[in-house]
């Protein structure tokens, strides 16, 4: 009885415009999102190009490893392709900056500093785990260790993350990436040039050579890495816009 | 509701960019009017935290302008902004809502609202590189306003509208400042003139002049004339008074100009607009462009 009187009186009189409905929405407290959901959405809008670089590298190690075996060749391959993965990974750190989205992301809530914090996070445990895997897989088919093997890798990449680190940090240009594209395919020439013409360089006898040069680019990295991190606190000065 | 910037500065090497401005902003629209480098932008920016000031401080309701909480209720605008090339503005929308820290389901049901509201929901799955400059900007003000902000800060936020589309934003502009604090900066005096509640000239890095149309246009009340003059007159007075407008008629040439009495017994006293006001006071400016571009 009541619904058809409801019913009938819908029937029967028009319903008034909402008043103030606007206002009242305003005062409405929305839940919002906490830290946790906020990390977790930030993965998903790590470009597919990581992941598939990533698993490549992996994939092709494995091939390689079943074809042709782990020798001094085969680690100057891989120590010469892994620079290309550091790129990727500091071309998506520096990707507000190179499609200037930088200024709207340092006003948000969770601002830019917070953003390349989480990827520089989330990025770094992607290069480490695929590091780690690929030196399981080879540190066993070697007679160089786990710890040599991992400074004859790394060292190559952590030279290219300085590099595209000095770059990033000093250039001005929104098409820094390609410039940082040019430096690893520098690192990444002059480590197989290096392995090639230097057939010794694996040798036992050049390890303080290796371990000299894998600490000064492993701290020339991180001093980058934090100026990097200083540079998102604050936005550059543009001259054509306040001049 | 009180926006406080107190002694706000920045200074870099050889320039001073903004110089000591202190404000008080409460609920109304604000219209942030100054020549090309009087300090617009970078005011802006600091008000919203992307740039440190060399001194002074930015606070709402005391929540100094660097904690989480103040952007929790901005905002921005920015006057040149970018977007990441797979994004469609659909995304770019969520993106931003991720950020502004809206949850998923809050973010997707707001990025429909705000697409509805600045005429984009047909292209809600395009790319944004396949916009206009105009649809750009609608989708920036969009994003602006989706944490439902208490400081709305909008650099040029008309750059590169149609006159459709500048009529409607500022119907919007109206309609939101009424619970909150909208500080805009635009060239387009006439968008100042109808919908801020109180104008801010600037210049040289320093607030001139703060106020309500009707007050902030008073010093040049009756001094703006009208007169159609031949050629040797508007010579003359192009060269000695401060000149707002000239149009060249057959064989005659009009001039609208400031003067403290008629300059001429052609000269009639007419109502001064905030476009007389501005130009007025950015006429140096204006003369140094014309010298610059060789327009006589």
Request: net charge positive; hydrophobic share 45%; proline share 3%.
């Amino acid at each position: 009885m009541k619904y058809k009187l409801k019913k009938e009186l819908k029937t029967v009189f028009d319903a008034p415009a909402p008043a103030r409905k606007e206002e009242f929405i305003n005062l409405l407290e929305y839940p919002k999102a906490n830290r946790l959901d906020f990390f977790i959405s930030q993965i998903g809008y790590i470009r597919k190009r990581v992941w598939i670089l990533s698993l490549l590298l992996f994939i092709g190690t494995l091939i390689g490893l079943y074809f042709s075996g782990a020798s001094y060749s085969f680690v100057w391959v891989v120590s010469s392709v892994l620079p290309f993965v550091s790129l990727v990974t500091i071309s998506e750190i520096a990707r507000s900056i190179t499609y200037n989205m930088d200024e709207l992301e340092m006003s948000c809530k969770y601002n830019l500093l917070e953003v390349s914090l989480i990827r520089i996070g989330i990025l770094g445990v992607v290069n480490l785990a695929v590091f780690i895997g690929i030196l399981l897989l080879l540190s066993g088919k070697t007679d160089l260790g786990f710890i040599r093997l991992g400074i004859y890798l790394s060292t190559p990449y952590l030279l290219n993350c300085y590099g595209s680190l000095f770059v990033i940090n000093r250039s001005k240009s929104r098409d820094t990436v390609y410039i940082c594209g040019s430096v690893t395919a520098l690192v990444s020439i002059l480590n197989s040039l290096i392995s090639i013409r230097i057939y010794d360089i694996y040798l036992e006898r050049n390890r303080m050579f290796w371990a000299i040069a894998f600490i000064m680019f492993a701290v020339l990295s991180l001093k980058e890495i934090v100026k990097f991190i200083k540079r998102m606190e604050d936005l550059k000065w543009n001259s054509s816009l306040t001049a | 509701m009180e926006l406080v910037i107190d002694r706000l500065s920045k200074h870099y090497k050889n320039k001073i960019a903004v110089d000591r401005v202190s404000l008080t902003l409460k609920e109304g629209v604000y219209g942030l009017l100054g020549a090309n480098g009087s300090g617009k932008t970078t005011l802006m920016r600091m008000i919203c935290g992307v740039l440190k000031p060399t001194s002074g401080e930015v606070k709402f309701n005391g929540i100094d302008v660097s904690e989480e909480k103040f952007r929790d209720l901005l905002g921005y605008l920015p006057q040149d902004f970018g977007y990441y090339p797979e994004f469609t503005a659909y995304d770019f929308l969520l993106y931003l809502s991720s950020l502004k820290g809206l949850t998923r389901q809050r973010a997707k049901d707001r990025t429909s609202e705000l697409l509805k509201l600045v005429g984009l929901s047909d292209v809600a799955k395009k790319k944004i590189k396949s916009f206009s400059g105009g649809m750009k900007q609608r989708l920036g003000i969009a994003q602006a306003l989706l944490n439902n902000p208490k400081i709305l800060v909008l650099d040029e936020p008309t750059a590169g509208l149609d006159p459709n589309e500048r009529v409607r934003f500022r119907n919007l502009i109206s309609r939101l400042g009424k619970d909150r604090i909208v500080l805009l900066s635009t060239h387009i005096v006439s968008d100042v003139e109808y919908i801020a509640s109180t104008i801010l000239l600037m210049k040289n890095g320093q607030i001139i002049h703060k106020g309500p149309l009707e007050e902030i246009i008073r010093p040049i009340e009756g001094k703006v004339f009208e007169c159609l003059v031949d050629c040797n007159t508007a010579e003359y007075l192009i060269a000695n008074y401060p000149i707002i407008n000239v149009r060249e008629e057959k064989d005659k040439t009009f001039l609208r100009l400031v003067a403290e009495k008629a300059p001429c017994k052609e000269a009639k006293a007419v109502t001064a607009v905030l476009e007389d006001l501005y130009l007025y006071y950015f006429n140096k400016e204006a003369n140094k462009s014309e010298q610059l571009y060789g327009i006589n």
